[in-house]
């Protein structure tokens, strides 16, 4: 009997939980989580209509990848390895910022508009951030810079290819928070200076509004890696071939593992930063997998 309440009163306390937690912060990430994957995947479709003859004969190895992103990560752990407080230290976490949502959201808004007009606006954009830094006009430009990086590069890559990245940078993100740790150093690092690769998830829409300078891991801001999104993206995106209808099931999918990530980011007791692309990934996986079945 006593071991039928003590499962009773476990069971409220993981309702009550789930009903408490703070619901206005995971509106806000599930809204711009579906807006990139929203813009990748549309964006992904003109770009393989506008260039079907070029992309079949442009398709990116695996080891080409792997290369890339190990060459970008060693650059950035470099620079993390500088002594703090080096004014060049933060120079040059935001060029780096600055260049990469500058390039990356001139490819995506070049899908509907002139190359030159696309990043001319996309200037205006790393410009107003540059001098009137808030979490609004950062994650605009995170938004395109991941949209136009998952759409452009996604249709690059073989669907299967992408499920074996999406297993191995799930380990690295499982070890790099867990383990060696520097994920949270890096990310720190660079909130510091204000140029974080990641989303800023506010939880009113006031917070919108709110400088850089007062954002802060563990802070009342919740902060999503570039990463965490953009490699689910890549796997939706390597699917517009097969057909639209696919890329919204692992879109899905991808969203369910955002939802399961947060949950159980919620849900310590001392809260700590976690792994959150392993949960997006599984899911993703399982809805790329139901896509070869129907």
């Known amino acids: 009997m006593s071991g039928n309440n003590q499962n009773q009163t476990e069971e409220q306390n993981q ?61 950035i752990f470099l620079i993390s390895r500088l002594p703090a407080g080096k004014k060049g230290k933060g120079i040059i976490y935001k ?65 299967k290819m992408v499920v074996v990245l999406l297993i191995i940078f799930s380990i690295y993100d499982f070890i790099a928070v867990y383990k060696t740790k520097h994920m949270q150093k890096m990310a720190g690092e660079m909130a510091g200076y204000g140029a974080v690769l990641a989303l800023i998830v506010p939880k009113e829409f006031s917070d919108f509004k709110q400088s850089l300078k007062e954002v802060k891991p563990g802070g009342k801001l919740l902060i999503l890696g570039g990463g965490d999104i953009a490699f689910p993206l890549l796997l939706c995106v390597s699917l517009v071939s097969a057909g639209i209808l696919n890329s919204l099931i692992v879109a899905v999918f991808s969203i369910i593992g955002l939802f399961v990530s947060f949950r159980i980011f919620v849900s310590q007791k001392i809260r700590q930063p976690i792994p959150a692309l392993p949960p997006i990934a599984l899911f993703s996986i399982i809805g790329f997998l139901i896509t070869l079945i129907i």
């Open 95 to 159: 060029f780096l910022f600055i260049f990469i949502t500058w390039w990356a959201g001139g490819i995506l808004l070049s899908v509907w508009i002139p190359n030159i007009l696309a990043l001319f606006l996309m200037g205006i954009a790393v410009f107003w951030w540059s001098k009137f830094p808030t979490v609004l006009n950062h994650n605009l430009c995170m938004v395109l810079a991941l949209a136009g990086v998952g759409s452009s590069l996604g249709i690059l890559l073989q669907p």
């Open 15 to 75: 309702i009550t939980s789930f009903l408490n937690f703070p619901r206005k912060i995971l509106f806000w990430e599930l809204f711009l989580f579906c807006l990139i994957f929203g813009l990748g995947i549309t964006a992904a479709f003109f770009l393989k209509q506008q260039k079907a003859e070029q992309l079949s004969i442009s398709q990116i190895s695996f080891w080409d990848f792997i290369f890339g992103f190990a060459l970008a990560t060693l650059f």
